[in-house]
């Protein structure tokens, strides 16, 4: 039966259909050329949309000015020498899991000799995964709040001048809306989008500038007492806030979901990328939300992020 792709604005690929291409080369090439052809082609000398595809070398070139461009050219996949196959396996892998992969797992998988590009090639579609998935902004209920984690690296100091362990400090934000009376679960919320931002630090204008990025000026935040959101006011239409006190664990009830993320986030981190440098946390940020975010069209992350990934938009 010969092969055939469905172009992702049509219907998107099924996973079973998507893993079953992931051995050939040429099948992930053509699926990649369908997708960018499907976006549109533009030349970069003279702007025309008409071009010869050159398949001995793999090249589009303008019919107006002979200017020629590779089919990865402007993508993530740019600058990168990694077979198509690696690209669409890993962001098979990547997106269609609901639990992440690590760099060693899709090394073994691919049965490539060196880990660091495999690495590299993760960290890149990390930034994707951040850049196309991060242009919202937070609506309605909110719960904000801020966690550490313990990072590689440099040790940091404290106020009294003593050396810690390397921390990041993340700040989280999640949709979460009074939804009905209480049920058998314990949270009667409805949860919707999430954010996360690596900060600095916990300083009253980091948290302005990651608040007035993350969420919408019309919502209603919900934090706990830090000091650093004492101005929000005026950021966001409403502000409730409370001390919570951790021994009792009112944390739980009063900021329940936010918690919930931040629980989940730091045991994503522990038990499959055990640590990292406090440079790449955002990119795991990034992967977390954007998985998260998508998790009723789960199936189909890994058609999204393909087409993601031959936008001509990457530079
Ligand atoms: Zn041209």
């Not at 050159?54 to 200017?67: A, F, L, M, N, P």
């Not at 090394?107 to 850049?131: A, D, F, S, T």
């Not at 309605?140 to 009294?160: C, F, M, W």
């Not at 409730?240 to 900021?255: G, I, N, Q, R």
Request: hydrophobic letters at 30%.
């Amino acid at each position: 039966m010969p092969f055939s792709v469905f172009t992702w604005r049509k219907k998107a690929m099924e996973p079973l259909k998507l893993m079953s291409i992931l051995h050939s080369e040429s099948k992930c090439k053509s699926y990649f050329k369908q997708i960018r052809e499907g976006k549109g082609v533009t030349c970069r000398r003279c702007g025309g949309l008409e071009h010869y595809w050159k398949s001995d070398r793999s090249v589009y070139e303008c019919k107006g000015c002979g200017s020629r461009q590779s089919l990865r050219s402007g993508t993530v996949m740019g600058n990168s020498k990694l077979p198509y196959r690696y690209w669409l396996t890993a962001i098979y892998h990547m997106g269609t899991g609901k639990k992440a992969v690590s760099a060693p797992y899709l090394q073994r998988i691919l049965r490539h000799n060196r880990y660091e590009p495999i690495w590299y090639m993760m960290q890149k579609v990390r930034m994707l995964m951040g850049k196309s998935g991060s242009g919202f902004l937070l609506q309605g209920g909110i719960e904000s709040d801020g966690a550490s984690l313990y990072v590689q690296g440099t040790k940091d100091l404290t106020r009294d001048g003593k050396e810690q362990r390397a921390k990041a400090k993340i700040l989280f934000s999640v949709e979460a809306e009074p939804a009905g009376p209480r049920t058998k679960y314990k949270i009667n919320k409805k949860i919707g989008k999430l954010k996360m931002a690596v900060l600095a630090n916990f300083s009253a204008k980091e948290v302005e500038n990651a608040i007035k990025c993350q969420i919408s000026k019309d919502a209603s935040v919900t934090t706990d007492g830090h000091k650093s959101f004492h101005g929000m006011e005026e950021w966001v239409r409403e502000h409730k806030w409370d001390v919570v006190s951790y021994p009792e664990s009112t944390a739980f009830k009063h900021l329940p979901v936010v918690h919930i993320m931040i629980g989940n986030f730091k045991n994503m981190m522990r038990g499959i990328y055990h640590s990292c440098k406090k440079c790449y946390v955002q990119n795991y940020a990034d992967e977390f939300c954007y998985k998260f975010n998508r998790r009723y069209s789960q199936p189909y992350i890994a058609n999204t992020l393909s087409n993601d990934c031959m936008s001509n938009t990457w530079y």
